[in-house]
T-cell receptor, first 115, second 114 residues
């Protein structure tokens, strides 16, 4: 158990809908990252938050947005869903500022199926 | 641009035999390299990392990795494979130009046969 939690585990929804994925980082971790894993694109970085502020953006669509709250949990919002958005979405967290602590710890993921 | 490559989609090995899962990297400056494992319907589990120091890095579950600067490689190894090691393995590099973002390889499926 990595200490990173994600809800829900599975999500099935229709095209055009909007969903929210939730992530709670490990205790003490200030950074949260979102990744998308799909068969054709592999593991792709979406976005990073650090202590409530957006820090880096990757291949994140404009239909997608995220935020990190004062208690450090994060939410990834996906709107106007398309069939191609079906994927496994991972959240990861890490400690920053400590030497040699560069690894990220991943949650179990949310499997999104768009029908 | 920083990248890693995993040249093998699948590696098959008999239980008890040594295993190697290959990874090569392309980075500017010193590489921060990682190995993760993904079991079916599970998240990625951190195995080990190379930041600096000894070229042979030891990690979880008996895995180790050898950093080779001249060959720009970071191969994952285990002296004696177990059937339970069967999983998807990812090599990753920290993107130093984009904070802590990890750039992953395409993954290698390890199949250990009894």
């Amino acid at each position: 158990d990595s200490g990173v939690t994600q809800t829900p585990k599975h999500l099935i929804t229709a095209t055009g809908q909007r969903v929210t994925l939730r992530c709670s980082p490990r205790s003490g971790d200030l950074s949260v990252y979102w990744y998308q894993q799909s068969l054709d694109q592999g593991l792709q970085f979406l976005i990073q938050y650090y202590n409530g502020e957006e820090r880096a953006k990757g291949n994140i669509l404009e239909r997608f947005s995220a935020q990190q709250f004062p208690d450090l949990h994060s939410e990834l919002n996906l709107s106007s869903l398309e069939l191609g958005d079906s994927a496994l979405y991972f959240c990861a967290s890490s400690v920053e500022g400590l030497a040699d602590s560069y690894e990220q710890y991943f949650g179990p993921g949310t499997r999104l199926t768009v029908t | 641009a920083q990248s890693v490559a995993q040249p093998e989609d699948q590696v098959n090995v008999a239980e008890g035999n040594p295993l190697t899962v290959k990874c090569t990297y392309s980075v500017s400056g010193n590489p921060y390299l990682f190995w993760y494992v993904q079991y079916p319907n599970r998240g990625l589990q951190f195995l080990l990392k190379y930041i600096t120091g000894d070229n042979l890095v030891k990690g979880s579950y008996g895995f180790e990795a050898e950093f080779n600067k001249s060959q720009t490689s970071f191969h994952l190894k285990k002296p004696s494979a177990l059937v339970s090691d069967s999983a998807l393995y990812f090599c990753a590099v920290r993107d130093i130009y984009n904070t802590d973002k990890l750039i992953f390889g395409t993954g290698t499926r390890l199949q250990v046969f009894p």
